[in-house]
Every structure is written in C-alpha cells, then in structure tokens.
C-alpha cells in the first residue's frame, strides 16, 4: 500500500469494519448522553471544570478583547474626522459593485472548489489506481508553493487565458485547494468501504454512489472547507490586487485597501470598512457551524 | 490492493448465483431493484475510467493554475534578471549568492525559530481547546464561535490591530500593563520580544482554524469507547492520553501539516504588524523573496530561488511529518 494512505483497512477490514460500523450509529447517541453529563454529575463542578472553564474565559478575552476595541475604535474618532468637511466615501468609490464582485467571487469560487476538491477527494480516497499516489503527493506538494512564487509566472498563464481583469481570473485559478482535497481525502478515509460496496452491489453508478451516498456522509468535512472557501476568496488581497486592474472588477479588500492608501489615511473608516466586510462572513460561520456540530450522526447512516 | 475490489466483484457473483436472473437489460441510473442487473459489465468499464474522471477537473486547474507556473518560477531562478529586462542563464548562479548572503542565512534562522514555535504551540492550543469544546461545557457554542472569529478576519486587518494594541504609547495593553503597576515593553520595538510578538499573532489568527478541524475529527471518534474506559475506571486525563489523541492523530497530522505550511509562509499580518523589523528581526523567508520579486532592485531570477528553496524546506518537513505520523500510527 502506499506510504500516504490513512488508517484505512485493506486486508482484514470486513470483519473488523463491521461491528464497528454498527455500533457507530448507536455509539455516538449514547456519547451525547453520555458524555454530557460528564460536566455536571449531580456532585456539582469538578475541578477539571473549573480549569477548563477558566482557560477558556481567558482565551475568549484574549480574542475578544482587541476585537471589541476595534469595534469602538471604528466609532470613536468620527467626530473628529467630521471636523473635517465630512467626505465618507470618497466619489470614486462605488461600494454596491465592490461588494457585488466579492460576493460573486466567493459564491461561485466556493461552489466550484467544492465540487472539484471532493470529487477528487473521494478518487484519492476510495479508488485504487494507477498513478494516484504520485498524484495525491504532486497535490500536496503544491500546497507548499507560497503564492508570491509563483505570481509572475501564473498572471502570465491567466492574461494569456483572456481572464486577466475580469472575475473568471479571480474565480477560476485558486479552485483547486490542494487543502481542500486533503481535508476531504483524510475525512472520506473514515467512512467505511462496506457502504460503498454496498451501493454497488445495489447497481449504483460510480457517480451516484458518489452524489449520495459519500458526499452526504462527508458533510461535516465539507462545511469546514466550505467555511474556509468563503473566508478566503472574502479576505484575499494579493491575487485580486494584481489581476483586478479596472475598478469594475475590484473586491472589498481592494477597496479597502484604496481607502487606506489614500494621502491622509481615515484608519477609522478603514477599521469600519473591516467590520462591515467580516459581517457577512460570521453570519454565514454562524449559520453552518450547526452542519459541523450536528455531524455524522444526523447524516448517511439512516 | 485488490481485496475490496474482488470482494464486490465475488459477493456481487455470489448473490447472481443465489438467485437473482441476470438479464441484460441496462438501465442506468434506476437505482433501486429494477436496474441492477448490468452491473459486472460496468464493473468492467466504469469503475476502472472513473477515479480519472472524479480526479480531471481539478487536476486540470492545478497543472494550468499551479504546476506550470510553479514549473516555470523554477526555471526562471536559473537564470540571472537582475536589470529588470533580461534573463541570462546562470545554472546555479543565484542559489550561490544566496548561500552567500548573510541576511539569507538570519532570515531562514527566524523562518525556522518562528515554524517551529507556531506549530508546537499552535498545535498543542488546537488539541486542548477542541477538547475542552467537544464536552458538554456551558456556552459551548459561544466559546466555539468565539474561537473561531480572527479565522474569519482579514490577516492584514489582524496585524494593524495588534499593532495598535501593542504600540508603546498609544496601545491598549500597555495602558493595562502599566495601569496594574506592570512594566510596559517596547513590544514593537524591541529586536528580542518582537518575533514572539509576531508568534503570538499568528497564533491568534490561526488557532481557530485547527480547532474547528479538530471539532470535525473528535465528532468521529466513537464515543462508546469513551464508556467502556470509564466502566474501566480510567479518569479524565487517561481518557485523553489513552484515547483522544491516539484516535485523533489523523487530524492531528492534518493540522501540523497545515501549521507547518502556514508557518513558513507567514506574511500578510506580519508586514501590517511589523513590516519585518525591528532590524530585521521578523524579516521571514516569504518577506524576503517578495521584496527581492517586486522592491526594488527587482531581481526576479535571484528571489525565485528563494523560492525554490523554501519550497524545497517545506517540502522536506512534510514528508518527514507524514513518515513520522506513520510509524506512530503502525506502532
């Protein structure tokens, strides 16, 4: 087998699979159960919970904190900088397509990674073939190349493609996240090969068994890279700094960043800007983190 | 190798035999009990072409967006661009200045210090907080939002804040420090608090992240095995010893590779954060080669050999990651 391959079973995995497979289902019922009233046994607080409440009250003000700071500090010199004649937004800006532009960047660039990632995922996790170990070690590899190498070289690709300045070039070239496929691939290790051979033995297709019944169990993995999908394209600065030459095509960090390159910087209006532009993004973290909490155990296995 | 796939083949063989009349009939995509019977023929066919098929999209993006462009940053560090307009083959020219250069050799040093602090204590972090916020705590969903939050932030907007919170005058935490009788470093300005400061930032940005992965790995740890050790009278920390950790190594190696990778190539936070000083001292390797790329002198030959090493180094630790992570595992 290859060095790369996770813990799953090739040989013997039938029989140990199956016991397991079936408790699984029960099991993480009576963890719930059980593992909830770990906390509060009837004695009352254990010191374990003490500590574990205190370390996390700190760790909560550690990020808090600068947060809520910034949060006032976005308000606080507004009255100074009205001194001023009040320009908020300077003329320049059109901040509906800015915004426009970063939403269609991320939706569509999420949408697509995701597709892609867990379909070759699922390849490298659950097919033998030739080819895939060295393939799955290119894929990681690639994780390794640090954007700012490659930059030249990859505008020249994109500009040649026709998709320098416009979104394609902003959605397209960082679809397949080696992370992605990695992510996936560890997670889709863990579910077990009997139901896949089931499905087939059933008459599902290689891509039905695929749609419905790996991808639903995979859920959890695939909000996690959903999540991180979103908060990249949203934040990315660099890429789009060097393909979006023509405001039409600028994101919000680019128009973020026009606004703090300006000659007097309004750092309360740049520190406003950031709020507003990471709203969306924990309204969409708050929204899927019940996916990732409820996990397997509402998904696939019923 | 072959085991699960002769293993269909033969139960699938064995189930025609029982009872089940093999007709002919194809019909695709029924599903159910009406269209099974082609299946060995797409046995044959379909499950030998599809792994190629699932692979090709995103392969197809990799080697046009990523491989090619990669492929020729190699080959530009041969050659020598340092006027700006031309590029004069070397051979190995530029990674001889490089193992000249001074400042090259303190960068990879911090790079190296500043990996390895990142992922140790990053790591660790992740562990002892998905842990804490996989039981039953109170707020647990708060605790886990909260977590979560700098992941969601801009890494540039992350360095301007905690170099605001840290600046020696104006900053947050040196008016408490100070305000509770404490002294007040120069966080900022100091060449030996300065990399932990950077430290502790990227940690602050990147933690959540593991966590959450983590979160997802703890969800599939059985959790009867947790009852039967505790019907064992194991306690609390042997339950994480014992259990935890083993089972989630997996995960784990996932997030020191992610670490690792996010360590070396630490750079939008620190340039708002520091801009790589003071005197150098959180100058790292991406910093380095961006300044040699697109600062002027530009000398694009001689910064993509930087890059080829750092990729090189990256490379190494991962594979010795995973070939560690193995035999843990085989053990």
């Known amino acids: 087998m290859s060095t790369l391959q996770g813990d799953q079973t090739v040989g013997g995995a039938v029989p140990a699979h199956e016991p397991r497979a079936s408790s699984t289902w029960t099991g993480i019922g009576a963890e719930r159960g059980g593992r909830a009233s770990d906390g509060r046994r009837g004695r009352g607080l254990s010191t374990l919970d003490v500590v574990r409440g205190a370390l996390l009250t700190i760790g909560a003000a550690v990020v808090l904190i600068p947060l809520v700071w910034m949060l006032l500090s976005s308000f606080k010199t507004a009255g100074e900088l009205a001194a001023r004649p009040p320009q908020w937004l300077p003329s320049s800006l059109s901040l509906p397509t800015y915004l426009a532009n970063s939403v269609i960047v991320t939706v569509a660039a999420t949408v697509l990674t995701l597709a892609i990632n867990s379909m070759a995922a699922y390849a490298f996790a659950k097919y033998n073939f030739r080819g895939r170990d060295t393939l799955f070690v290119v894929t990681l590899a690639t994780v390794m190349i640090p954007l700012q190498v490659i930059l030249i070289p990859l505008y020249q690709v994109v500009a040649s493609l026709g998709m320098a300045n416009s979104l394609w070039g902003l959605i397209i070239p960082g679809a397949a996240t080696p992370t992605g496929v990695f992510l996936l691939r560890q997670y889709m290790l863990t579910i077990p090969d009997e139901l896949i051979e089931a499905a087939r033995i059933d008459g599902a297709s290689e891509w039905r068994i695929f749609w419905q019944v790996v991808l639903p169990l995979a859920r959890p993995a695939l909000a996690v890279l959903a999540i991180f999908s979103v908060i990249w394209r949203w934040n990315d600065f660099l890429w789009p700094l060097i393909i979006a030459q023509d405001e039409s095509t600028y994101t919000l960090p680019l128009a973020i960043a026009q606004f703090s390159s300006e000659l007097v910087v309004p750092f309360n209006l740049v520190l406003a800007l950031s709020v507003l532009s990471v709203l969306p993004v924990i309204v969409m973290f708050l929204f899927l983190q019940r996916h990732i909490v409820t996990g397997i155990a509402q998904t696939g296995m019923k | ?331």
Request: charged share 10%; hydrophobic share 50%.
């Open chain 2, 1 to 331: 190798m072959t085991t699960a796939t002769t293993g269909g083949g033969d139960r699938a063989a064995a189930r025609a035999a029982v009872g089940e009349p093999t007709r002919d009939s194809h019909r695709p995509g029924t599903g159910g009990g009406a269209g099974r019977p082609g299946r060995t023929r797409r046995v044959g066919t379909g499950r030998k072409l599809a792994p190629y098929l699932f692979i090709a999209p995103n392969m197809l993006i990799f080697a046009v967006f990523i491989i090619w462009p990669a492929i020729n940053g190699f080959n530009i560090s041969f050659y020598d661009s340092s006027n700006g307009r031309t590029f004069e083959w070397v051979g190995g020219g530029n990674y001889a200045r490089l193992t000249q250069d001074a400042e090259f050799w303190q960068v990879l040093g911090q790079t190296v210090v500043f990996t390895v602090a990142f992922v140790l204590l990053a790591t660790w972090g992740a562990i002892l907080l998905a842990s804490m916020l996989d039981v039953q705590v109170k707020a647990r969903g708060f605790f886990r939002a909260v977590f979560f939050v700098p992941v969601l932030l801009s890494p540039v907007v992350v360095g301007l804040l905690w170099n605001w919170m840290l600046d020696r005058q104006i900053g947050v935490v040196n008016a408490l420090l100070g305000g509770i009788g404490l002294p007040t470093p120069g966080w900022l300005v100091d060449p030996h608090l300065a990399l932990g400061v950077v430290v502790f930032t990227g940690l602050w940005t990147h933690v959540g992240f593991y966590t959450m992965i983590l979160l997802a790995g703890l969800q599939g740890i059985d959790g009867s095995l947790y009852e039967a050790a505790k019907l064992d009278g194991a306690g609390s920390l042997q339950l994480f010893r014992r259990i935890t950790l083993p089972l989630l190594r997996p995960t784990t190696l996932v997030v020191i590779v992610l670490a690792t990778v996010n360590g070396f190539q630490a750079y939008d936070y620190i340039y708002t954060l520091t801009g790589g000083g003071p005197l150098g001292s959180t100058t790292l390797l991406v910093q380095y080669i961006y300044d040699n790329a697109f600062r002027t002198p530009i000398d694009y030959g001689f910064a993509s050999a930087a890059g080829v090493l750092l990729f090189g180094v990256v490379f190494v630790v991962t594979l010795v990651n995973f070939v560690v992570g193995r035999r843990r595992e085989a053990v």
